[in-house]
Structures are given as C-alpha cells and as structure tokens.
C-alpha cells in the first residue's frame, strides 16, 4: 500500500470530522502501527490501540455505509480495503 495522503480526503481546508478523513487518518496509523508492531511483537500496549483503532474505523465504515453508500465504495477502492 502506498502512503496515504489523508488531506485527498478533506471537504474543505479546515475539515477534520468528516467520516472520509476520520476513516483515511485511521487507516494510516494502522498501518503505521502494524508496521511497528511487526518489529515489537511484545508490545502489547500498542497491540490493544491497534484493535481500538480497528474497531473505530470499522464502525465509522458501518456509518458511511449507512448514510453514503458512494462515500463506503470510494473509501474501499481509495483505501484498497476489506469491509
């Protein structure tokens, strides 16, 4: 996966809420994490916030799938994730 540009998915300049940039900035630090944890297999403090991370985003996912099905496919193809 390539780096992800989390202000592609931005409204407006100053947005931070919106479910498309939520779920784009989770995605990221996921990854970041699970490159970490590849080399720290024994932090498990960082393990839990990984699953947290994993929950949120895919809740937020349930939401845009939800309320804007077009918003869930771009995210899916953009994010090249499984849901």
Known sequence: MSEINVNDFKIN???TGSTGYQVAS???RIVH???HLAEN???H????GLLMMVARRRKLLDYAKRT????YQDLLVRLSLRH
């Open 13 to 15: 300049e100053k947005d």
């Open 45 to 48: 403090a960082s393990r839990r």
């Open 68 to 71: 804007a099905p077009a918003l």
């Open 41 to 43: 297999k024994h932090d």
């Open 26 to 28: 989770l995605t990221k």
């Open 33 to 35: 994490l699970t490159q």
